[in-house]
């Protein structure tokens, strides 16, 4: 079994990287944000936004998460509901960040993802996954860029949806980030940090194909 781990920031391109890298190796991708983005929609649909509120627990006990894959896509199931088209707004991955400071939230979520580990070679993104969730991976990697180029490249890729670009400001998407990014490191349980044995890239002037094929080329060096 061959595992890789990728964490960084917010809009650092970790999933889109993670995907094209796990197409043109054959492995599972595994979108840890997805997960955590999925438990937030729950809270939300249950009318709870504060994650010190002590209901959280016992809804945990009835939160089912699933992971899916059709056509190599990664889906998420929750309660047996695909709500994947639901998690890729701001608004989820502000509360997503929220309740992924709690520890109820983590052990659950981290267990799952450990357990997709078993059978098959995987590529795992997300904040903790070099650190805490898969600390023998075979390959980590820390993928950053500063701030003002996630920004940029998270407006481009909203645009790319279909969103007005007069109803964006890139301004406030770096705050965003910025903001969120404080809130990973910064909290008490697996803070977002670099593992002492990943690889940093910092991506800022590089193109997504230079980064896929600079992994790409370790991946065949270590293996
Ligand atoms: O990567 P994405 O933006 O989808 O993640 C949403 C949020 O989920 C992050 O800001 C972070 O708070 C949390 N997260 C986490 N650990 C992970 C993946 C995501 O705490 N492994």
Known sequence: MYNIAIDGPAGAGKSSIAKALSKKLGFIYIDTGAMYRAVALFFL???IKDSSDNEIDKLLDELDINI??????????????????????????KLASRFSALKSVREKLVALQRKLT?????????????????PNADLKIYLSAGSKVRAKRRYLELIEKGFDSAALDEKAIENEIIKRDEADMNREISPLKKAEDAYYMDTSDMTFDEVVSKILDMVEKER
């Open 68 to 93: 899916k894959y059709t056509d190599g896509e990664q889906r998420v199931f929750l309660n047996n509901v695909d709500v994947s088209d639901k998690l890729r707004q701001e608004e989820i991955g």
């Open 45 to 47: 649909e249950n009318g």
């Open 118 to 134: 078993k059978k098959e070679n995987v590529i795992m993104d997300g904040r903790d996954i070099g650190t805490v969730v898969l």
